[in-house]
Nanobody
Framework: QLKLVESGGGLVQPGGSLRLSCAAS????????IGWFRQAPGKEREGVSC????????NYADSVKGRFTISRDNAKNTVSLQMNSLKPEDTAVYYC?????????????????WGQGTQVTVSS
């Protein structure tokens, strides 16, 4: 079964950092663009970041530029999202997914279904 599993979420104070991980099972991650999304309570899911299959190109939502960094380790079959300078408005469930087509944040489309995600809560 092809699936992605997110981990690394937690409770952190404003200004803190977290590193999320997206691990692939049943397939080789390096064949795909991978995107991170998030969904806050009462809001629609939104794209956060995307990385191409080689890792040579990345994209970010304006709200996280300069604070979040996406990376991939194809040897370990994982994609990470380093989140620094976290704000309360970053509180959400974060999901990773394979991307069909381009890494344009506003129009990213996923392949397959959503995983369970990982909860990130930024609060003092």
């Amino acid at each position: 079964q092809l699936k992605l599993v997110e981990s690394g979420g937690g409770l952190v104070q404003p200004g803190g950092s977290l590193r999320l991980s997206c691990a692939a099972s049943g397939f080789t991650l390096d064949d795909y663009r991978i995107g991170w999304f998030r969904q806050a309570p009462g809001k629609e899911r939104e794209g956060v970041s995307c990385i191409t299959s080689s890792g040579g190109s990345t994209n970010y939502a304006d709200s996280v530029k300069g604070r979040f960094t996406i990376s991939r380790d194809n040897a370990k079959n994982t994609v990470s999202l380093q989140m620094n300078s976290l704000k309360p408005e970053d509180t959400a469930v974060y999901y990773c997914a394979r991307i069909m087509g381009s890494c344009t944040i506003a129009t990213m489309r996923i392949v397959g279904s959503w995983g369970q995600g990982t909860q990130v809560t930024v609060s003092s």
